[in-house]
Structure formats: structure tokens, C-alpha cells
T-cell receptor, first 113, second 109 residues
Framework: ETGVTQSPTHLIKTRGQQVTLRCSSQ?????VSWYQQALGQGPQFIFQ???????GRGNFPPRFSGLQFPNYSSELNVNALELDDSALYLC????????????FGSGTRLTVV | SQQGEEDPQALSIQEGENATMNCSYK?????LQWYRQNSGRGLVHLIL?????REKHSGRLRVTLDTSKKSSSLLITASRAADTASYFC?????????FGKGTRLSVIA
């Protein structure tokens, strides 16, 4: 169903720790976005990359950072984890930076204890 | 912040009936998209309607867009148990997708 792969699928971390979530997009998908989805809520936009440059950021603090690599993979890093960071983190990609539908991964469920 | 607001928050119907979900948004958009999410997994893109379009069809899905009212509706005809999921509208303007809180659809066999 999806050409976007996220790892790990589930993760438990302790408050104050750092975490790196990974995403592998479809070949040719130069745009990747990351979203945070709390339970019972819609996804909230964290940031977007196009050809390895950040070209959009939502209302998230600097401890949320990212990278996009030439091989269509990307990372979401979160430092100094807080309990409220517990959520489903979704990666989504598409071919270019113009309007269009995104292909989503199945997400990483992060629990901070 | 949420841009779109879906209505109703939850909907329960019998198999074979039609399901209608509505979405309202606040700012100008380039397009509006609908996504489906099964049990907290990834979202699946259903349909995209551009700001200069008023209606679009895809299989059993029909989407309308009224930019003067800043609203959209998603109609699923002849619903099936497999349609049970959460449905989100997402608007795209000068920023990437902004989602609403979703409508939880339950189709009872």
C-alpha cells in the first residue's frame, strides 16, 4: 500500500533522553514532511524538506530537528524528550514541492515515560 | 494549530448507506485533500480537489468544495464495513498540509 517506510514502529524512551526516528521515502520523492499526531487528534505539521533543504516549519520548538539525505531517506531528531512528546510520528513524501497528495508511512509510536 | 474542522466528530451507519462528512477551514487554500486512517496507522490519500474545482469523483467517493463558504464535503456511497476508519481533511496553501481533527466513521455490517 505505501512506498514510505518508517522505523522503528514502536519506541519507549525516558524523559530527558534524545530520539532519532527514520523514514525511507519512495525513489524520486524530493519532498518529505514530518507530522506529530497525538491520540484522538489530527496530524500536526513539524517541518518539511525539499532536496535536503528545510522549506517549512510548524509551531514546534528547536529541540525538534531534521535531516534529509540524497538517497530519499530522512530523520526526525527530538532532544530533551518531554512526556507530551508521546505521539505517533508520521513521515510523508511526494515528488516535488508543488501542490499534490502525499504518501504517508505507517508511523512510529513514541512513548515517553 | 488546526486549520480544518470536520463535522461530525463521529458517525455510525449501516452497511450500504451513504456517509457524508463535512470540513470547514479558515484561510485561503490552493487545494483541499481527504485522507483515511485505519486504527492509528498511516494516512492514505483519497482525493485532492483544487481551489478552482467545485466537485470531484473517485469511485464511491464524491468531494465538493465551496471556497466562498470555506467548506468541503466527502460523500462515501454504498458504504462497506471496510470503510470503517477516521477521515481527515487537509488544506494546502502557502504551507504544507494542515489537518483537521477528523471524523471517526463506523460502518456496521
Amino acid at each position: 500500500e505505501t512506498g514510505v517506510t518508517q522505523s522503528p514502529t514502536h519506541l519507549i524512551k525516558t524523559r530527558g533522553q534524545q530520539v532519532t526516528l527514520r523514514c525511507s521515502s519512495q525513489s524520486g520523492h524530493n519532498t518529505v514532511s514530518w507530522y506529530q499526531q497525538a491520540l484522538g487528534q489530527g496530524p500536526q505539521f513539524i517541518f518539511q524538506y525539499y532536496r535536503e533543504e528545510e522549506n517549512g516549519r510548524g509551531n514546534f520548538p528547536p529541540r525538534f530537528s531534521g535531516l534529509q539525505f540524497p538517497n530519499y531517506s530522512s530523520e526526525l531528531n527530538v532532544n530533551a524528550l518531554e512526556l507530551d512528546d508521546s505521539a505517533l510520528y508520521l513521515c510523508a513524501s511526494k515528488k516535488d514541492d508543488r501542490d499534490g497528495g502525499y504518501t504517508f508511512g505507517s508511523g512510529t509510536r513514541l512513548t515517553v515515560v | 494549530s488546526q486549520q480544518g474542522e470536520e463535522d461530525p466528530q463521529a458517525l455510525s451507519i449501516q452497511e450500504g448507506e451513504n456517509a457524508t462528512m463535512n470540513c470547514s477551514y479558515k484561510t485561503s487554500i490552493n487545494n483541499l485533500q481527504w485522507y483515511r486512517q485505519n486504527s492509528g496507522r498511516g494516512l492514505v490519500h483519497l482525493i485532492l480537489i483544487r481551489s478552482n474545482e467545485r466537485e470531484k469523483h473517485s469511485g464511491r467517493l464524491r468531494v465538493t468544495l465551496d471556497t466562498s463558504k470555506k467548506s468541503s464535503s466527502l460523500l462515501i456511497t454504498a458504504s462497506r464495513a471496510a470503510d470503517t476508519a477516521s477521515y481527515f481533511c487537509a488544506t494546502q496553501g502557502n504551507t504544507p498540509l494542515v489537518f483537521g481533527k477528523g471524523t471517526r466513521l463506523s460502518v456496521i455490517a
